[in-house]
């Protein structure tokens, strides 16, 4: 698959207007019957790249996918890691904090989650949510009992991205790396999905008058995302804003960008000793007999 996925990466220290990045491109397939065979191509690509990443045992690879609701996260992730063995992938969403959250720092509970050497993990939603929800709605943050010294609301979102930033440098420099995922959603395109969950029976169930709720804020989010892709996307941990109106388009673009971020880690399987394989020998031999 031919993807020129750089456009979509958001750049280093520069701002973002996410009214200036397409939520719709042309998609990079023909027909449904040709998506579905370049899906399947990528996913078994990754499925073998997981399998090498798990052997070398020395790299992890972290997916954190943010965005507004009906952009399709679950879709993504569903479709895209349908190859990867479920010993090697681990995903995490994240609702609501716990009172044992809310005792510990605001990167505490995702840190439990990491992904371990070899692994590969996911979440939906992450440790962003501090930055966008807890922003929009700022009485969240007063739930949070930071000390009232230390709660300077004019510093406090400047501050939690430095934590950020720093947290995934120092990941970096231990072999995760890390890729995040803006699903770029119109909120046209939003309508329409939410009105195929009330129209649909089948789909009732993923609608809730909270999403309506959190449509009314569409603004004071777009606000929040320009200013917190731009302040910690970086180059060892990179924001994609993927066009996300084409359901199908977004899974090949995401597809794309872990297959080739994966293919630049210097993995081998591992190598065995003279002894071992002498050993393997021996023991096909028996095995032949």
């Known amino acids: 698959m031919n993807i020129?996925?750089?456009?979509?990466?958001?750049?280093?220290?520069?701002?973002?207007?996410?009214?200036?990045?397409?939520?719709?491109?042309?998609?990079?397939?023909?027909?449904?019957?040709?998506?579905?065979?370049?899906?399947?191509?990528?996913?078994?690509?990754?499925?073998?790249?997981?399998?090498?990443?798990?052997?070398?045992?020395?790299?992890?690879?972290?997916?954190?996918?943010?965005?507004?609701?009906?952009?399709?996260?679950?879709?993504?992730?569903?479709?895209?890691?349908?190859?990867?063995?479920?010993?090697?992938?681990?995903?995490?969403?994240?609702?609501?904090?716990?009172?044992?959250?809310?005792?510990?720092?605001?990167?505490?509970?995702?840190?439990?989650?990491?992904?371990?050497?070899?692994?590969?993990?996911?979440?939906?939603?992450?440790?962003?949510?501090?930055?966008?929800?807890?922003?929009?709605?700022?009485?969240?943050?007063?739930?949070?009992?930071?000390?009232?010294?230390?709660?300077?609301?004019?510093?406090?979102?400047?501050?939690?991205?430095?934590?950020?930033?720093e947290q995934e440098q120092h990941l970096h420099r231990n072999g995760t790396r890390i890729i995040k995922f803006f699903l770029h959603l119109s909120k046209e395109e939003q309508r329409k999905r939410f009105l195929a969950r009330i129209d649909e029976p089948n789909k009732n169930w993923k609608f809730s008058m909270a999403d309506i709720e959190e449509r009314q804020h569409w603004d004071d989010y777009m606000l929040a995302y320009e200013d917190c892709i731009a302040a910690t996307s970086t180059k060892e941990a990179p924001w994609y804003i993927v066009p996300a109106d084409d359901k199908e388009n977004a899974r090949l673009i995401v597809s794309e960008i872990i297959v080739e971020t994966l293919k630049t880690l210097p993995m081998e399987y591992p190598q065995l000793d003279a002894a071992r394989l002498a050993e393997l020998k021996e023991i096909r031999k028996q095995l032949a007999e």
């Open 4 to 165: 020129d996925f750089k456009v979509f990466r958001a750049a280093t220290g520069k701002k973002v207007r996410l009214k200036s990045r397409p939520t719709l491109v042309e998609p990079f397939y023909g027909s449904k019957a040709d998506y579905r065979k370049l899906l399947a191509s990528q996913v078994e690509e990754l499925s073998s790249l997981q399998r090498l990443l798990y052997a070398d045992d020395r790299y992890s690879l972290l997916l954190v996918f943010q965005a507004m609701d009906a952009a399709g996260k679950d879709g993504v992730i569903q479709h895209v890691m349908s190859g990867v063995n479920p010993q090697g992938c681990q995903v995490y969403s994240f609702k609501h904090p716990s009172a044992a959250d809310l005792d510990h720092d605001f990167l505490w509970r995702t840190s439990q989650c990491l992904p371990e050497r070899g692994r590969i993990g996911i979440f939906n939603r992450s440790y962003y949510e501090e930055v966008l929800i807890v922003r929009v709605h700022p009485e969240i943050l007063h739930a949070q009992r930071i000390p009232n010294g230390l709660l300077n609301k004019r510093n406090i979102w400047h501050d939690r991205y430095r934590s950020i930033v």
